[in-house]
């Protein structure tokens, strides 16, 4: 029997385990991981470098605290986001794994959780290989459906359907939109600009920053952040959804009057008047559908109007919108409010953050949480 069993070796699993085993040494801690190694998509976050938070996250003073506690120091970029001082995302792993062997903590690979029940005496949780775990407290930190490489098919939010737990609609979010224009022209392109979402013709975001074009639309941390808005309702059918969004980009956001700055700048340059305004590749692209019409180029350059079909799927996703509704967790603690002694932390819940750092934070922060309350509650009883 085990004091606590955690599903899922990610960021908030093993920060649970470290953070529960500091608070109680004596408790019996076993964390079981689907894939070979833990952490391998922590391994891979930010493009390699690891966006561990973000400066404008409220608490990420606590989280750098814990992180520095177990060797790993940051630096902030231009932008307020966070990174260890390494940029290696790797070492972030290593700190986690050797302070979870250097506590006690017993990680098991390479065998995914199946299933998981309750009974009088705690959790029963069996494995796909057939293993049974016994604990009296369980965490499912087991992430959500984005990026099944790393292992996160949408096997959290199954278990805890099976407790009772209602799962909120689940999406790809921070991820490439594809639209119905024909832009391929324009595939490789990255402009600066100021990017509007619309939903029923009303702002729901700006995002300021690089696009970037490619053959099904467009990508980069602009259009990520975008696709986290692109929220379709419980049983709204995808494609009426996704009618009701719109995209406007500005590639002149600092220029307010486009066509009468463009007309003064055709009575000077004439046919040359695009130049180093936008890249070539746009310019010629503008030029050729707006021909001599400034207004017409106004409106391309100020408003170039885009219409969203899809959004890229799991595979290109970073994070899932959606997950365990957060009405039925008690985020003091992140024990669930339907079943005593279930926990949950990190991408199952319903949480997606914009890029920069947000929902690793969200995962280092619940896993904390989730690691402390599991240890007292167990001291309590001890
Ligand atoms: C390519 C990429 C880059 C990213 N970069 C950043 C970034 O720089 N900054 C940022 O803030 N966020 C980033 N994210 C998002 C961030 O990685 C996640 O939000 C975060 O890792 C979620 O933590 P988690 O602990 O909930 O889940 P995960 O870290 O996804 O861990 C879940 C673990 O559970 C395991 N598991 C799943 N099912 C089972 C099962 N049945 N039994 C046992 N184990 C199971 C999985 O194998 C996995 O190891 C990125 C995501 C991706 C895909």
């Given at each position: 029997?085990?004091?606590?069993?955690?599903?899922?070796?990610?960021?908030?699993?093993?920060?649970?385990?470290?953070?529960?085993?500091?608070?109680?040494?004596?408790?019996?801690?076993?964390?079981?991981?689907?894939?070979?190694?833990?952490?391998?998509?922590?391994?891979?976050?930010?493009?390699?470098?690891?966006?561990?938070?973000?400066?404008?996250?409220?608490?990420?003073?606590?989280?750098?605290?814990?992180?520095?506690?177990?060797?790993?120091?940051?630096?902030?970029?231009?932008?307020?986001?966070?990174?260890?001082?390494?940029?290696?995302?790797?070492?972030?792993?290593?700190?986690?794994?050797?302070?979870?062997?250097?506590?006690?903590?017993?990680?098991?690979?390479?065998?995914?959780?199946?299933?998981?029940?309750?009974?009088?005496?705690?959790f029963e949780i069996i494995t796909e290989a057939g293993?049974?775990?016994?604990?009296?407290?369980?965490?499912?930190?087991?992430?959500?459906?984005?990026?099944?490489?790393?292992?996160?098919?949408?096997?959290?939010?199954?278990?805890?359907?099976?407790?009772?737990?209602?799962?909120?609609?689940?999406?790809?979010?921070?991820?490439?939109?594809?639209?119905?224009?024909?832009?391929?022209?324009?595939?490789?392109?990255?402009?600066?600009?100021?990017?509007?979402?619309?939903?029923?013709?009303?702002?729901?975001?700006?995002?300021?920053?690089?696009?970037?074009?490619?053959?099904?639309?467009?990508?980069?941390?602009?259009?990520?952040?975008?696709?986290?808005?692109?929220?379709?309702?419980?049983?709204?059918?995808?494609?009426?959804?996704?009618?009701?969004?719109?995209?406007?980009?500005?590639?002149?956001?600092?220029?307010?009057?486009?066509?009468?700055?463009?007309?003064?700048?055709?009575?000077?340059?004439?046919?040359?008047?695009?130049?180093?305004?936008?890249?070539?590749?746009?310019?010629?692209?503008?030029?050729?559908?707006?021909?001599?019409?400034?207004?017409?180029?106004?409106?391309?350059?100020?408003?170039?109007?885009?219409?969203?079909?899809?959004?890229?799927?799991?595979?290109?996703?970073?994070?899932?919108?959606?997950?365990?509704?957060?009405?039925?967790?008690?985020?003091?603690?992140?024990?669930?409010?339907?079943?005593?002694?279930?926990?949950?932390?990190?991408?199952?819940?319903?949480?997606?953050?914009?890029?920069?750092?947000?929902?690793?934070?969200?995962?280092?922060?619940?896993?904390?949480?989730?690691?402390?309350?599991?240890?007292?509650?167990?001291?309590?009883?001890?």
């Open positions: 029997m085990y004091d606590i069993c955690i599903i899922g070796a990610g960021a908030s699993g093993m920060m649970a385990a470290v953070t529960a085993k500091r608070e109680n040494n004596n408790a019996k801690i076993i964390v079981l991981e689907k894939l070979g190694v833990p952490g391998k998509k922590l391994g891979v976050t930010g493009n390699g470098r690891c966006n561990i938070s973000n400066i404008n996250c409220k608490n990420h003073e606590k989280v750098l605290e814990v992180f520095k506690s177990i060797g790993v120091l940051t630096r902030i970029d231009g932008e307020g986001r966070l990174y260890p001082y390494s940029e290696d995302a790797k070492d972030v792993v290593t700190a986690l794994t050797s302070a979870m062997s250097r506590l006690g903590v017993r990680v098991k690979c390479g065998d995914g959780v199946a299933s998981a029940g309750r009974n009088s005496e705690g293993s049974v775990v016994k604990s009296r407290k369980l965490l499912i930190a087991a992430g959500g459906k984005a990026g099944p490489k790393f292992g996160t098919v949408g096997d959290g939010t199954k278990l805890a359907k099976a407790f009772g737990h209602e799962i909120t609609r689940l999406a790809p979010s921070l991820t490439g939109i594809e639209v119905y224009e024909d832009i391929s022209h324009l595939s490789g392109l990255r402009e600066k600009c100021k990017a509007s979402l619309f939903l029923d013709g009303k702002t729901v975001r700006e995002e300021s920053g690089e696009i970037q074009f490619t053959k099904y639309g467009i990508s980069g941390i602009c259009a990520f952040n975008l696709s986290k808005y692109i929220k379709i309702p419980e049983g709204e059918p995808l494609k009426e959804g996704f009618k009701r969004y719109g995209i406007k980009i500005d590639f002149l956001p600092d220029i307010e009057n486009g066509e009468a700055f463009l007309k003064e700048r055709k009575s000077l340059l004439h046919e040359d008047y695009m130049v180093s305004l936008v890249k070539g590749a746009l310019a010629k692209y503008v030029g050729e559908r707006a021909s001599k019409d400034v207004r017409k180029v106004s409106e391309m350059l100020k408003a170039f109007s885009l219409t969203p079909k899809n959004l890229r799927g799991w595979e290109f996703a970073q994070v899932t919108s959606g997950g365990v509704r957060c009405e039925d967790v008690d985020f003091r603690t992140m024990e669930s409010k339907l079943v005593e002694g279930l926990y949950f932390s990190g991408e199952v819940m319903d949480y997606d953050g914009i890029c920069g750092g947000y929902n690793l934070q969200y995962a280092w922060e619940t896993g904390i949480k989730a690691g402390k309350y599991m240890a007292i509650c167990l001291k309590k009883c001890e």
